[in-house]
């Protein structure tokens, strides 16, 4: 099994930047996708950005692209999120995600469509 755990949360004003890490451990996929969702208290998860990691293809939320950028560290077993610009409709609880098939975007409702979560890490963005 892989655990995986994020780093990088806090609180930013709108506009600015930060990048959140995800170290994987234990049984890590050498196929297979992760990705980065996102949930704000009373609303369904939903997908952020996903990659492939044999082909390294990346895909993104519609309304993100452009200013999120996903990337994956093979050699470190780490996945980042870069967020620029960020929104105060950008603060939620951002999760790191694995799956040995397909990391959908859009909403999630329910853990089981992915093999493995991350704890999560708080992002705030103030106005």
């Known amino acids: 099994q892989v655990q995986l755990m994020e780093f990088g949360g806090g609180s930013v004003q709108a506009g600015g930047s930060l990048r959140l890490s995800c170290a994987a451990s234990g049984n890590t996929y050498r196929s297979g996708c992760m990705g980065w969702y996102r949930q704000i208290p009373g609303k369904e998860r939903e997908g952020v950005a996903t990659?492939?990691?044999?082909?390294?293809?990346?895909f993104y939320h519609n309304s993100l692209m452009g200013r999120f950028t996903i990337s994956l560290d093979n050699a470190k077993n780490t996945l980042y999120l870069q967020m620029n610009s960020l929104k105060p409709e950008d603060s939620a609880n951002y999760y790191c995600?694995?799956?040995?098939?397909?990391?959908?975007?859009?909403?999630?409702?329910?853990?089981?469509?992915?093999?493995?979560w991350g704890q999560g890490t708080l992002v705030t963005v103030s106005s």
């Open positions: 995600a694995a799956d040995t098939n397909f990391c959908p975007l859009g909403r999630i409702r329910g853990l089981e469509a992915l093999n493995a």
């Open positions: 990659i492939y990691i044999g082909s390294g293809h990346t």
